[in-house]
């Protein structure tokens, strides 16, 4: 399986194109993670668009589509302070966000950002949500 | 960001170490039943406390990694005194603050009584140095405003 960044570099010579990146554990893509990306690509036109379901590592079922991390590239953020970024993706995913998706970790950047430093970052580990038993006081 | 600032923050964000503070206490305000929704309570809130924080869990034991990102970055910039309510403790406030600031997850930081973002948006401000700035202006001085100008002046 090609790396994001050899498979941006081999796309980059071909002009602008989405590369996505699907959930690297769960394999087949659900409906809500389509969904997201189908959404912002409309919305923002990106150039990159890297998204990954990160609900394997919370305190929901298998097969959850909850929880989602997303890098989004376009020249649309250009000028935008990272509130109003993070705002334009909300208002494309409103339907999402009002319904299954809990957690939403955005990377706002425009394409000389993502150029600096082309990747997606990590999640910090699920500290158990509601879920947990609460500790001593 | 200087490379001190940035191996602070690697080594007190290394996610598996970091569970909550706990050597501070910081002023925990807690919410007050009966309209603690509503746009008039929350407005109070967020007004009467210049650094206001909403998370999933107390701060001591946040119960959402991306909460306790939101902990551990004012703990890195040594700031005590700010309000935390969680709303892990009342489902009308966790619904009514997301209303209140049209944005739909948390945690949800609050400076000067302006909105300023969740998770993502504070981490991005401490390692560009916006957060440090912010602060000042709050008349708050962060720890870290300390490291830099001792940098600075090396």
Redesign the interface.
């Known amino acids: 399986m090609l790396s994001g960044q050899l498979v941006g570099s081999l796309f980059s010579m071909a002009g602008r194109v989405c590369v996505s990146r699907g959930s690297a554990r769960s394999g087949a893509i659900g409906p809500v993670e389509a969904a997201i990306r189908t959404k912002l690509e409309q919305a923002l036109n990106p150039e990159v668009l890297e998204l990954r379901n990160e609900s394997g590592g919370h305190a929901v079922p298998p097969g959850s589509e909850t929880h989602f991390r997303v890098a989004v590239v376009s020249s649309r953020f250009e000028g935008l302070s ?2 109003q970024r ?2 334009l993706v ?1 208002a494309a995913l ?1 339907d999402e ?2 319904g299954p ?7 706002a950047r425009t394409p000389a950002q993502w150029r600096e430093n082309p990747q997606l970052d ?9 879920k ?1 038993t ?2 001593t006081p | 960001m200087s490379g001190s600032l940035g191996r602070a923050a690697a080594a007190l964000l290394c996610w598996g170490h970091s569970a909550g503070g706990g050597l501070w206490g910081p002023g925990v305000r807690a919410a007050s039943s009966g309209g603690s929704g509503s746009s008039e309570h929350l407005d109070m809130l967020v007004k009467k406390d210049r650094v206001v924080v909403f998370l999933k869990g107390p701060p001591e034991q946040p119960q959402c990694g991306f909460s306790n990102t939101v902990v551990q970055i004012l703990r890195l910039h040594s700031i005590r005194d700010y309000a935390v309510y969680n709303v892990l403790d009342d489902p009308q406030l966790q619904q009514g603050i997301k209303a209140y600031s049209n944005w739909p997850t948390i945690p949800q930081v609050y400076l000067n009584s302006e909105f300023v973002g969740g998770c993502d948006i504070l981490l991005q401000m401490h390692q560009n140095g916006d957060l440090v700035e912010e602060l000042k202006k709050l008349g708050i001085r962060s720890t870290l405003l300390d490291e830099k100008k001792d940098q600075d002046s090396k």
Do not use: D, E, F, N
């Not at chain 1, 990590?122 to 509601?130: A, M």
């Open positions: 990272p509130l993070h705002r909300h409103s966000l009002a998706v809990h957690a939403l970790a955005i990377q990590t999640s910090p580990p699920c500290l158990g949500g509601s947990k609460r500790g």
